[in-house]
């Protein structure tokens, strides 16, 4: 019977170390696992923060953005308002010079030329009555420009047009829109040239007949048409 007890007590023991090293296993699982979920929850509190910065900047962007775009928006608002006033100015000059002469007329925010007064019919190449008349008007517009601060970016247009009659076969131009690109270079490389205005102020551009001011195929409404346009306007 003492055997039996002894071997019985042994056999518990053994029972009891077995449990106690499963004991000891699953508390290092344990262990470890939070352990992990300490680097995790200190991991994530930091993400947090990270993102937390990261919308501070952008909102803090966003916020320098709009400032500047407010700002560049207001700049923008003041040259218009200048250059509306020395285009006013302008304007103003050449329709008391202007009174009473034929072929030439100020429309709104322009300057337009009749093309008779400047060139022969189907010619690019600028008649003397048509420089007398150009010249006239960058005298005044020398006057003017010389007081446009020189932060506003001010060029003067000139635009040439034509009627709608298609040019000949053989003829020194392909087409309207040719012509009156020519016309319009034509004005352009005089005004630099010969009266020394600054050619980074111009810009010549050809319409042909695709900017019609008088509907109709009547002779009026064509000599409307056929015309030079001069714009004060922003860049």
């Given at each position: 019977?003492?055997?039996a007890?002894?071997r019985?007590?042994?056999l518990?023991n053994?029972?009891?170390?077995?449990?106690?090293?499963?004991?000891g296993?699953?508390?290092?699982?344990?262990?470890?696992?939070?352990?992990?979920?300490?680097?995790?929850?200190?991991q994530?509190?930091?993400?947090?923060?990270?993102?937390?910065?990261?919308?501070?900047?952008?909102?803090?962007?966003?916020?320098?953005?709009?400032?500047?775009?407010?700002?560049?928006?207001?700049?923008?608002?003041?040259?218009?308002k200048?250059?509306?006033?020395?285009?006013?100015?302008?304007?103003?000059q050449?329709?008391?010079?202007?009174?009473?002469?034929?072929?030439?007329?100020?429309?709104?925010?322009?300057?337009?030329?009749?093309?008779?007064?400047?060139?022969?019919?189907g010619?690019?190449?600028?008649?003397?009555?048509?420089?007398?008349?150009?010249?006239?008007?960058?005298?005044i517009?020398?006057?003017?420009?010389?007081?446009?601060?020189?932060?506003?970016?001010?060029i003067?247009?000139?635009?040439?047009?034509t009627?709608?009659?298609?040019?000949?076969?053989?003829?020194?131009?392909?087409?309207?829109?040719?012509?009156?690109?020519?016309?319009?270079?034509?004005?352009?490389?005089?005004?630099?040239?010969?009266?020394?205005f600054?050619?980074?102020?111009?810009?010549?551009?050809?319409?042909?007949?695709?900017?019609?001011?008088?509907a109709?195929d009547?002779?009026?409404?064509?000599?409307?048409?056929?015309?030079?346009?001069l714009?004060?306007?922003?860049?």
């Amino acid at each position: 019977k003492v055997m039996a007890a002894a071997r019985d007590a042994e056999l518990l023991n053994q029972q009891v170390a077995a449990l106690r090293s499963q004991l000891g296993s699953l508390q290092s699982v344990l262990d470890e696992s939070q352990a992990r979920d300490e680097a995790a929850k200190v991991q994530l509190d930091s993400l947090g923060k990270d993102l937390n910065a990261a919308l501070a900047q952008v909102a803090s962007e966003q916020r320098k953005r709009a400032e500047l775009e407010a700002a560049e928006a207001a700049r923008l608002e003041a040259e218009n308002k200048d250059l509306s006033r020395f285009r006013s100015e302008f304007f103003g000059q050449l329709s008391t010079l202007l009174q009473g002469r034929e072929g030439v007329r100020v429309v709104g925010d322009r300057f337009v030329f009749s093309s008779e007064v400047l060139f022969t019919a189907g010619s690019a190449d600028l008649a003397p009555e048509g420089r007398a008349q150009i010249a006239g008007v960058v005298r005044i517009l020398d006057e003017v420009r010389a007081e446009i601060p020189p932060g506003i970016d001010w060029i003067i247009r000139v635009d040439g047009h034509t009627d709608n009659v298609p040019i000949a076969p053989g003829a020194a131009f392909a087409d309207n829109w040719e012509l009156s690109q020519a016309r319009a270079l034509s004005v352009v490389r005089f005004m630099q040239d010969e009266l020394g205005f600054p050619p980074d102020r111009m810009a010549a551009t050809g319409f042909g007949e695709y900017r019609p001011v008088a509907a109709g195929d009547t002779e009026e409404a064509r000599a409307l048409n056929r015309r030079i346009e001069l714009k004060l306007t922003e860049r």
